[in-house]
């Protein structure tokens, strides 16, 4: 999917970008149980970043958005707690209050 989108630039389809994002979540999760904490992160990092494009790109605010934005920066405070950085896990667990 990296490849489709690095294709098709800024104008890829939302659905698609929906699935790339819960792929990266999920990726996020697995490797966090794997202990491979920093990849862990940065996936994690993906899925934000995808699902706020996501939420800009349909221009309101989805509540599904919101939730896995959410759920995105609390995997990744629970893996930057893993990593013992508790500052940036709780600034996360903020985020996804905020989110």
């Keep these: ?7 098709l630039g800024e104008t890829w389809a939302p659905k698609l ?4 994002a ?3 979540g999920n990726r996020g999760v697995a490797l966090s ?3 491979q904490l920093a990849a862990a992160v940065a996936a994690q990092g993906r899925i ?3 699902m706020k494009a ?4 349909r221009a309101r605010p989805w509540p599904r958005t919101s939730s896995m ?3 995105a920066f609390m995997n990744r405070g629970d893996t930057l707690r893993k990593l013992h950085q508790p500052a940036e896990a709780i600034a996360d667990e903020g985020r996804a209050i905020e989110s």
């Design 54 to 57: 996501y939420a800009y790109i």
């Design 17 to 20: 970008q929906n699935a790339l």
């Design 33 to 35: 149980n794997l202990n």
């Design 48 to 50: 934000i970043k995808l």
């Design 1 to 7: 999917m990296e490849g489709l989108r690095t294709r």
């Design 22 to 24: 819960m792929a990266h």
């Design 69 to 71: 934005v959410a759920l």
